[in-house]
């Protein structure tokens, strides 16, 4: 009996024990890989519904995926690995991962494994592997929390796109009450002809997100020439989806006015990443769109 009522208070105590991580941890990724490649083989775990939206995003059926990028294990189903380096199927060497928009939840909630957060020592260990560990922004417990109990992530992404949307409306409405100084935007279409209009467009992973949501990833258009893939004939063909600098950008606004406005989005949009976990890219519109939104 007293060996019982010892064992139960020490299984308590263990659960209740304030985990070494209570006050954060360093990471950054640092975009490396490293965590996609070999040389030692592993799993790489996908659930039907990761299945079915990476099947989405590259357009093509689940069952050709299955045959071309799956295998079974068990029960489970992982993603396959070149089998000379040992890498993940989708890493490609110069532009990261092929699929990271829609990549599975095991990708997502690393470095925040089980097996990382058993010590310090545990911890310590996987920086031999991850030169993003110990480094950047510091996550708190209650983030940590979150990405190592996540299931879902696709919830969080509508939250994201959700948010998006919040921001374009709050800058709709700071140029609808400033319009002495925002200016009148006649949609003449002529500044989306970035060469011909000596200008540039620079967006946020979040905006991307939002587009690709919107107008679905196979309707991501790429920007071979100078000029906005989206601007046919002269009009804009997602107005409604437009980025924070083409609703902030009019030839005829003060520049001052526009300028702070634009670092005002910046900050929201750099808050939104880091409340999702959403590595920040700030890229000009041919990068974004050429190489997608791990660009």
Not at 53 to 77: E, H, M, N, S, W
Not at 231 to 238: L, M, S
């Given at each position: 009996m007293t060996i019982s009522i010892n064992l139960c208070k020490s299984v308590s105590n263990y659960k209740n024990k304030t985990p070494w991580y209570v006050g954060g941890l360093h990471f950054e990724?640092?975009?490396?890989?490293?965590?996609?490649?070999?040389?030692?083989?592993?799993?790489?775990?996908?659930?039907?519904?990761?299945?079915?939206?990476?099947?989405?995003?590259?357009?093509?059926?689940?069952?050709?995926?299955?045959?071309?990028?799956?295998?079974?294990?068990?029960?489970?189903?992982?993603?396959i690995e070149n089998p000379a380096t040992r890498d993940c199927i989708f890493l490609k060497s110069s532009d990261g991962c092929a699929v990271?928009?829609?990549?599975?939840?095991?990708?997502?909630?690393?470095?925040?494994?089980?097996?990382?957060?058993?010590?310090?020592?545990?911890w310590n260990t996987a920086v031999r592997k991850c030169h993003g560990i110990n480094r950047g922004r510091l996550?708190?417990?209650?983030?940590?929390?979150?990405?190592r109990k996540q299931k879902k992530w696709w919830s969080d992404n509508r939250q994201l796109i959700s948010k998006v949307a919040e921001i374009y409306n709050w800058l709709d409405l700071q140029i609808r009450q400033n319009a002495s100084v925002a200016g009148q935007c006649n949609i003449c279409g002529k500044c989306c002809d970035f060469d011909a209009f000596d200008h540039r467009l620079f967006i946020t992973t979040p905006e991307l997100m939002y587009l690709s949501a919107n107008?679905?990833?196979?309707?991501?258009?790429?920007?071979?020439?100078?000029?906005?893939?989206?601007?046919?004939?002269?009009?804009?063909?997602?107005?409604?989806?437009?980025?924070?600098?083409?609703?902030?950008?009019?030839?005829?606004?003060?520049?001052?006015?526009?300028?702070?406005?634009?670092?005002?989005?910046?900050?929201?949009f750099k808050s939104l990443c880091e409340e999702f976990d959403v590595p920040y890219r700030y890229t000009d519109l041919p990068t974004a769109l050429n190489n997608g939104v791990n660009g």
């Open positions: 990724c640092q975009q490396c890989g490293n965590c996609c490649s070999g040389p030692s083989s592993g799993y790489i775990w996908v659930t039907r519904a990761e299945i079915k939206f990476i099947a989405d995003f590259l357009k093509i059926p689940v069952k050709q995926l299955r045959q071309k990028y799956l295998k079974r294990v068990g029960f489970r189903t992982s993603i990271y928009s829609v990549r599975p939840n095991q990708c997502r909630t690393w470095p925040f494994w089980p097996g990382n957060l058993t010590s310090p020592d545990a996550h708190s417990f209650e983030k940590i929390e979150k990405i107008i679905t990833a196979e309707n991501i258009k790429p920007m071979p020439a100078g000029k906005c893939p989206y601007n046919v004939d002269g009009k804009c063909t997602i107005y409604e989806y437009r980025f924070a600098g083409c609703r902030i950008f009019c030839c005829k606004a003060d520049r001052d006015f526009q300028s702070s406005l634009s670092e005002s989005s910046l900050e929201k």
